[in-house]
């Protein structure tokens, strides 16, 4: 890191008011940090690792208060390093900002198999730790769980469903499954049907009985929930923006659904519920004009096949259900267990990266035709994600937002138009010829309070790397954005102090005034905005002195209201 990073890192903490994900600032005034092994493990067990600032002062607006004795420091820090298991190799080095001496770790994230790293004073159990916010938070065992079977391919749906017989499996899909992979495979193509659905892990052998696979079950079988009866969809609509919020009514929900067979039923079902409560919209491409669902298709049915799918099957996870929750402004489907092998959130949608936590019953979806159609439910190995977004940027909509939680994996699409009345007269008013259609587009997307780097600019676009760093360049040559950071801090943000930055701060006062208290969250949630974009503007009225915080800063149940006169 050089010295003008730092600096710019500083200055970005400064305007925010807090630590985010990928800093944590200590004052370091008496000490070395007591507990400091928490955010080690919390950055090593994050995608992309952090950076560990000694000798600034978060209580005082990020002051440089610097460290009394480097030197030792320096030793204390490395030290506490060699502790971690594995240890960790950060790169620790001293700066001088303002007059003062500050310490600063650069901590890279652990590799996969390596996962989770924690501090061994305090055993795994105690001692690992994961990144959320602003903040560390010990990982469950359920977590820790996770991360200890992403050490190689889990074989969960290779288990057998030891209740269960062939006869639960649906006769006429196993035929064509059988029918299927005898024509593709030279060794298999004279075997018979038993030892076809032996070989490709739809039945196992289990106490001298021939039974179905969990991946037999979900993928061909007549009732799965007979065995599992989690393993299912639960589908919600909400009458408002946030859950437990009542309608004009009074009423908690406009549908309650759990969806239940195999995995092709759970799909039509859900498809079937969710076209009931979406509206229909037209969109004008030119001459043309097509009618089109409020969510394409395309983009809803990759979302259910990834979650359904992906989904985590260890026998911790199955108690809990894949999850759609419908809300006026958005929809979010969730499933139980993270993101799966090398697969990160930066890397989603772009070809070549994908990993299959469960690659037997992933292997029998893309063979098994769906029940009444030709085509197999999986098709798009690798590319779902990027079909997906691109989907939803043909129908003009703000791309989907990925939270991985470990235990969890979460997609949001707002019910937002990127390309919306507003958003296309403020581009008009751009007087630069010869803007690509990709830079509209990331340029529209800032204007929507969304954050964007080169990898989020290339999941919306579809462009590789090299063109996408050429675009983002020349729209900071035409100072229509500029870049924070470098390297993998590299961020961009509409100039200031120009017509294209969008000033956000009425639109929180006006909400505050409707709504009363309100978290960060909250907020965010209400206006669509990035929790990054969210901190700024909070941070600056607080500054200004229009709106107060109830609570202490770092707690997630703070909350934020006009300030009184």
């Keep these: 890191m050089t010295e003008g990073e730092l600096k710019e890192i500083v200055s970005a903490l ?25 955010t080690l493990s919390a950055f090593a067990n994050t995608a992309n690792g952090g950076i560990i600032i000694l000798g600034l002062d978060e209580e005082d607006n990020f002051s440089i208060c610097g460290v009394k004795e480097p030197r030792k420091v320096l030793q204390d820090f490395a030290s506490l390093c060699d502790q971690m298991e594995p240890p960790i190799r950060a790169q620790i080095h001293p700066y001088k900002l303002e007059g003062k001496t500050v310490i600063v770790a650069e901590i890279p994230e652990v590799e996969r198999d390596y996962k989770p790293c924690y501090y061994k004073g305090s055993g795994q159990t105690n001692g690992a730790f994961i990144r959320v916010s602003d903040g560390d938070r010990r990982l469950t065992s359920y977590e820790i769980q996770l991360f200890m079977a992403s050490r190689g391919q889990p074989r969960n749906d290779e288990e057998p469903v030891e209740e269960a017989a062939i006869n639960d499996l649906d006769k006429a899909l196993v035929k064509q499954l059988v029918a299927i992979v005898k024509r593709k495979s030279r060794n298999l193509a004279s075997s018979t049907d038993l030892k076809v659905l032996r070989a490709i892990h739809v039945v196992t052998d289990y106490k001298k009985r021939t039974v179905p696979t969990i991946a037999g079950i979900l993928a061909l079988g007549k009732d799965p929930q007979q065995f599992f009866p989690a393993l299912s969809l639960h589908f919600v609509v909400y009458p408002e923006k946030q859950v437990g919020v009542p309608g004009p009514q ?95 959130i930066e890397s989603l949608g772009v070809s070549g990266t994908s990993a299959a936590r469960n690659a037997t019953l992933m292997r029998l979806l893309e063979e098994a035709p769906a029940p009444g159609g030709a085509a197999p439910i999986c098709e798009n190995r690798g590319s779902g994600i990027g079909a997906m977004i691109s989907a939803l940027t043909r129908a003009g909509m703000e791309p989907p937002a990925f939270d991985d939680k470990i235990a969890s994996f979460t997609v949001t699409f707002p019910n937002a138009s990127l390309l919306n009345d507003e958003t296309l007269s403020w581009l008009e008013q751009i007087r630069i010829k010869n803007l690509t259609d990709t830079q509209r587009m990331g340029l529209a997307l800032l204007h929507h309070g969304n954050a964007l780097d080169n990898s989020k600019y ?54 505050l005034k409707r709504r009363g208290e309100l978290s960060r969250s909250d907020i965010a949630r209400e206006l669509n905005f990035t929790d990054m974009v969210t901190r700024h503007w909070l941070s600056k009225l607080r500054k200004e002195g229009q709106i107060e915080l109830l609570g202490p800063a770092r707690s997630p149940s703070a909350r934020y209201r006009i300030k009184k006169k």
């Design 14 to 38: 400064r305007d925010i008011g807090t630590d985010h994900a990928d800093v944590e600032a200590k004052a370091c005034k008496v000490g070395f940090p007591k507990r400091l092994w928490e």
């Design 250 to 344: 009074g009423e908690r929900f406009l549908d309650n659904r759990k969806f239940e067979g195999s995995i092709a039923s759970i799909l039509d079902q859900a498809l079937a519920a969710l076209s009931q409560h979406m509206i229909r919209k037209t969109l004008v491409r030119g001459a043309d004009r097509e009618d089109v669902w409020q969510y394409p298709e395309t983009a809803l049915r990759e979302v259910i096949v990834n979650a359904l799918v992906h989904r985590d099957l260890s026998s911790a996870a199955r108690g809990t259900p894949v999850q759609i929750h419908m809300f006026p402004d958005r929809l979010t489907v969730r499933n139980p267990g993270g993101l799966f092998g090398p697969v990160t």
């Design 458 to 511: 290339r999941q919306i676009t579809g462009l590789d790397s090299r063109v996408a760093t050429r675009e983002l360049g020349e729209l900071v040559k035409y100072k229509l954005i500029e870049q924070i950071g470098t390297r993998r801090w590299a961020t961009y943000r509409l100039t200031s102090g120009s017509s294209q930055r969008r000033d956000r701060r009425s639109e929180i006062i006006l909400t």
